[in-house]
């Protein structure tokens, strides 16, 4: 999939996020938002300008998010983002409304719905996991002009092809056919159990 389809997956497939930014403090505060649309230009959300929430966003302007679907661990797709979110106000309004009726239910009139800001996470990165497959599936996207950078385990020039990484990997997915070891980034648990137990300490996480 395309970063596109991921933001899309979000809004249509998961919906509701946990989100997390910082207080005043710089400690953690969580909230769950409804991802109520997505395009290319990124995911959009809506909230109330009397919230603590509202505040936090327009401070810092960053947050961090999760979704998960699937009804157990096994059978789960989860994807986060993190980025960089901008108050658009309420032009768009009317568009979240029609694609999510049931905030007719919360917001009944238009001076309630005066409250409302609309949000839009513009630039970030994210990762998909999906634990539903074997082996399992991991992914990176980024939006908005963002770069993601590379991450996770990696096998150096030092790998004298002993194969113990292969042996102690949950998922079987470093390929140690050839004169050194190569981990397969899109089926790999990030655990580092490889790196743990390479002899050469040729492995190492970026």
């Known amino acids: 999939m395309d970063s596109k389809q991921y933001l899309e997956y979000i809004a249509r497939e998961i919906h509701t996020t946990v989100v997390a930014t910082t207080d005043e403090e710089g400690l953690p505060v969580t909230c769950a938002i409804d991802i109520m649309d997505a395009d290319g230009g990124g995911l959009y959300f809506l909230t109330a300008k009397g919230k603590r929430f509202y505040h936090r966003l327009k401070r810092q302007g960053y947050l961090a998010l999760t979704g998960v679907k699937g009804k157990d661990t096994l059978s789960c797709v989860a994807v986060s983002v993190r980025g960089k979110a901008r108050e658009l106000g309420g032009g768009m309004l009317g568009r979240l409304f029609e694609k ?98 390479c002899p050469q300490q040729a492995i190492a996480k970026r």
């Not at 994210?126 to 082996?135: N, Q």
């Not at 908005?144 to 997915?173: I, L, W």
Request: charged fraction near 20%.
């Open 100 to 197: 999510n009726p049931y905030m007719n239910e919360i917001y009944p009139t238009q001076v309630s719905r005066d409250a409302l800001t609309v949000f839009q996470i513009y630039q970030g990165t994210g990762e998909w996991f999906d634990l539903s497959v074997k082996p399992i599936e991991r992914a990176s996207f980024d939006f908005g002009g963002a770069m993601e950078e590379e991450q996770g385990f990696f096998v150096g020039q030092g790998c004298v092809g002993c194969g113990r990484c292969y042996s102690v990997c949950p998922q079987k997915c470093i390929d140690i056919r050839g004169e050194r070891a190569v981990i397969q980034q899109s089926h790999c648990l990030h655990c580092g159990r490889c790196a743990e137990i």
